[in-house]
């Protein structure tokens, strides 16, 4: 919550995070379903038998903690790390892992503070898995953002189904996410099938920039179907060694 606050103080206009579920079927902000990078899970003894191998045959099979093995309370012990390397690491250990509905009270609060609109783009991430294991994404995404009116909403999600299955149901703004799997190969959902059922499209930055000749003419082709177009990430992630 700490980071989200000082980006909407810095000027951000939207807050992204990223949404997987606890045990107990919470919402929290987390980029991955493993725990070991992104918290001080492994100096944890209490937790130490909950180390185990991966059980989504689709997604990394690295043993690690998995987030749907706490419940919120024991994820509330946890504290927040910096993952890359080459970054400060001075506010690891200081801070909580936020469910959704508190950042959600947070934009909400920093909007007024800042007398003007704080957008949120939650990520389901790995919605078919989750949903396999009991954990719907629809349902408590939807009731988490009744009366939320600090600013534009946007859902994005890298699976189709969790999308189509949200249609009519959210005034939120769908965005379907795609990769360009190989270079030159486009899209890896075609832009025709992605206007069937959200607002706009999320390409990796590499289908829109960059030396291919069909890249120039991604956006002009999204917009041709009635999509907008919000790329990711453009950002540098060199390490710093003296940080």
Do not use: C
């Not at 396999?132 to 999600?157: R, W, Y």
């Not at 769908?174 to 075609?190: C, K, S, T, W, Y």
């Amino acid at each position: 919550l700490e980071a989200y606050a000082l980006a909407v103080d810095q000027g951000a206009d939207v807050i992204e995070p990223d949404l997987v579920f606890t045990k107990d079927g919470v919402l929290v902000a987390r980029h991955d379903r493993y725990l070991s990078t992104t918290t001080n899970v492994a100096g944890k003894p209490e937790f130490a038998s909950r180390k185990r191998a991966n059980n989504d045959p689709k997604d990394d099979p690295r043993e690690d903690w998995w987030v749907e093995d706490f419940t919120l309370a024991e994820i509330k012990t946890l504290r927040a790390r910096q993952p890359f390397p080459g970054r400060s690491k001075e506010h690891d250990d200081k801070f909580e892992i936020p469910t959704f509905e508190e950042m959600l009270a947070l934009v909400a609060r920093k909007s007024i503070e800042a007398g003007r609109p704080v957008g949120v783009y939650p990520e389901t991430k790995h919605p078919a898995f989750f949903a396999s294991i009991g954990h719907d994404f629809e349902a408590p995404l939807l009731k988490a953002l009744e009366g939320f009116d600090a600013g534009p909403v946007f859902i994005q999600s890298f699976e189709p189904e969790i999308l189509k299955r949200l249609k009519g149901k959210t005034d939120a703004k769908l965005v379907q996410l795609v990769v360009e799997e190989r270079p030159g190969a486009g899209a890896n959902i075609p832009l025709e099938e992605i206007a069937t059922y959200a607002d706009g499209v999320g390409p990796s930055k590499n289908l829109i920039i960059g030396e291919s000749s069909n890249r120039s003419s991604f956006i002009v082709e999204a917009h041709r179907h009635g999509l907008t177009v919000h790329a990711w990430t453009f950002r540098t992630d060199q390490p710093n060694e003296k940080m």
